[in-house]
């Protein structure tokens, strides 16, 4: 009986330093793995918060593990910056009830064209799944108001552009469609999680001033038409 008791006495002072492993030792581990900045961390492994990441800001963090025993997500975040707020559940290979608004003249990117434009980008995602920088499966949406906000500023607006996310081959896969004023725009966005993109445009308008802004953002006319067709990288 003394026995037991004092196993289930040390059993209770490991799950003890356990919940109570400072989150700081864990971050730091993070820091070595993938080469990150200092980060600052406070709380524990359980629920704890990172200080001040790069266009992240500051996130907080919980891990449930009656979750992770049942087979659901473990892990829940948050984060909050000037540019972005996202948040949502995770595990080492899979997102679920992700939402994520951002600002699109502070997101990072290395597309000057974007700088000082106005208007949100807002994605949510159901569910998505990778292995191994493989996009499995996709349920989500994605819209962006950013043609609508920048009128003053081009004498030309555009419509809202929305759509689904999905996967196809690997890559992440998008279609977004905007209707109004006689103006239709399509995009498809494809992007692979090793970092690569692709983008196809094509804008429908009569309106005269587009003539004047579209071009500057490397459209080419064709027949009636306005298309962009690139790729690059985007991480």
């Known amino acids: 009986m003394n026995k037991l008791y004092i196993l289930f006495a040390f ?9 109570h492993v400072p989150l700081a030792w864990f971050s730091n581990g993070v820091i070595q793995k993938y080469s990150f900045e200092k980060i600052d961390a406070s709380g524990t492994l359980w629920e704890g918060h990172l200080w001040n990441l790069q266009d992240l800001g500051n996130v907080h963090i919980k891990l449930d593990i009656k979750n992770y025993l049942e087979n659901k997500l473990p892990i829940s975040f948050k984060t909050i910056s000037s540019s972005m707020i996202i948040s949502g559940d995770a595990s080492q290979t899979q997102f679920k009830n992700i939402n994520f608004i951002g600002q699109m003249s502070k997101l990072p990117s290395r597309d000057g064209r974007l700088q000082d434009l106005k ?57 977004l469609i905007g209707e109004e004023d006689n103006q239709t725009i399509t995009a498809d966005i494809r992007l692979s999680l090793n970092g690569n993109y692709s983008l196809k445009v094509r804008v429908e308008t009569l309106d005269p001033y587009a003539d004047l802004v579209l071009p500057l953002f490397g459209f080419e006319k064709v027949d009636s038409d306005y298309r962009l067709s690139e790729q690059g990288t985007w991480l």
Do not use: H, Y
């Open 11 to 19: 059993l209770g002072c490991i799950l003890a330093l356990v919940l």
């Open 119 to 175: 208007g949100q980008v807002e994605i949510n995602f159901d569910e998505f799944f990778w292995e191994e920088q493989v996009c499995i499966s996709s349920k989500g949406d994605f819209s962006t108001n950013f043609l609508m906000k920048n009128a003053l500023k081009w004498n030309w607006a555009g419509p809202l552009l929305s759509g689904q996310i999905t996967c196809d081959n690997g890559e992440i896969v998008s279609r």
